[in-house]
């Protein structure tokens, strides 16, 4: 390995004091050495790369350019280095385990779901952070990430929970009010679309366009409407009688066996996404992390048998193969 190679850590901790603080005096007394150790680490160095990092007069140590560049980089291995010792450290010291997870599916899914998980599990904290952006594990944000998308996360666990397909839904109340035909997709006109636009993921996310071209409507303008950030904030519309939102059906699934919502018709379009539990190799050997995938994999498996007895139930609007085979050549290119 060519780390083997590299100048001990101490002496690198020295070279990279002395160009931050712009003297061997206070290099020192900040990394616990004395002055003359520093210097001989800074000399060790420089032995061994077979260049000169700082001059040296009666003025002090003034750091050169190279040296600049070379204490840049130890700066931020160091750092590096310091912020995975404190991620380790939290995640596993204590009760507590964060996870990163879509805002739309932690209010529509998780939420609803955590009930159970901590009457299982009372002794682990589990906290929710809501972002729509991947998280930077290697910083310690989280350990855990729930991830809507293709599942191509290079270098880490991936585990798929479920995939999706959406379909139109409102309020039972908003289909029967006076005057609000709403019997098939040619409909759709004349009504209020609620979207929900996913950011960072909106330019690929299939929404109302990809629908509408699917159900073989595509002369319906898909744009107009009321544009919502958040998956769980189009439904909440939809729910409140504002028009009619594109339900995407893990997110929708309890509202309709509740009664929350309907579907006036079909068809029901897979998006060619899913979503999937994620996180790094080495995290699984935390014993709160694999309690809660456990748990995890056991409500997805219960969501997937859900869906697809809703999917049997709702089997006549199914889309012909062709233009499934459409939807999925699009969400590839994406």
């Not at 520093?38 to 990092?53: A, D, K």
């Not at 085979?325 to 699009?330: D, E």
Request: charged content about 20%.
């Amino acid at each position: 390995m060519r780390f083997r190679r590299l100048p001990p850590i101490s002496a690198l901790s020295a070279i990279e004091a002395v160009a931050r603080l712009g003297s061997v005096t206070k290099a020192a007394a900040e990394i616990g050495l004395t002055q003359s150790a520093v210097s001989h680490n800074i000399r060790l160095v420089e032995e061994t790369l077979g260049v000169t990092l700082f001059r040296r007069d009666a003025g002090g140590t003034e750091v050169l350019a190279r040296g600049e560049t070379l204490a840049s980089a130890i700066q931020e291995g160091l750092t590096r280095i310091a912020d995975a010792i404190a991620a380790i450290r939290r995640n596993d010291a204590g009760p507590s385990l964060t996870v990163s997870v879509l805002p739309g599916f932690a209010v529509k899914w998780l939420f609803p779901r955590l009930i159970r998980f901590d009457g299982v599990n009372p002794n682990i904290e589990l906290s929710i952070m809501t972002t729509a952006n991947l998280v930077d594990f290697d910083a310690g944000e989280t350990t855990v990430a729930l991830r809507y998308g293709t599942g191509k996360y290079p270098g880490l666990h991936v585990e798929r929970l479920f995939g999706e397909e959406m379909f139109p839904v409102c309020s039972p109340a908003y289909a029967a009010a006076e005057g609000k035909q709403l019997r098939s997709p040619a409909d759709l006109g004349r009504h209020m679309l609620l979207h929900d636009e996913i950011w960072p993921l909106r330019p690929t996310v299939p929404g109302w366009r990809s629908w509408l071209d699917n159900a073989g409507y595509p002369e319906i303008s898909a744009e107009r409407g009321r544009h919502f950030s958040q998956s769980n904030i189009s439904l909440q519309a939809a729910i409140a009688g504002l028009g009619v939102a594109l339900g995407r059906s893990p997110l929708v699934l309890d509202d309709l066996a509740e009664g929350r919502l309907m579907r006036p018709f079909g068809p029901a379009v897979p998006t060619g996404y899913a979503y999937y539990f994620v996180c790094p190799h080495r995290a699984l050997e935390i014993e709160k992390i694999s309690v809660f995938r456990e748990w995890l994999m056991a409500e997805a498996a219960a969501t997937r048998t859900a869906l697809g007895l809703a999917e049997e139930r709702s089997a006549d609007d199914k889309p012909a193969p062709a233009a499934r085979r459409r939807l999925s050549a699009h969400t590839e290119r994406a």
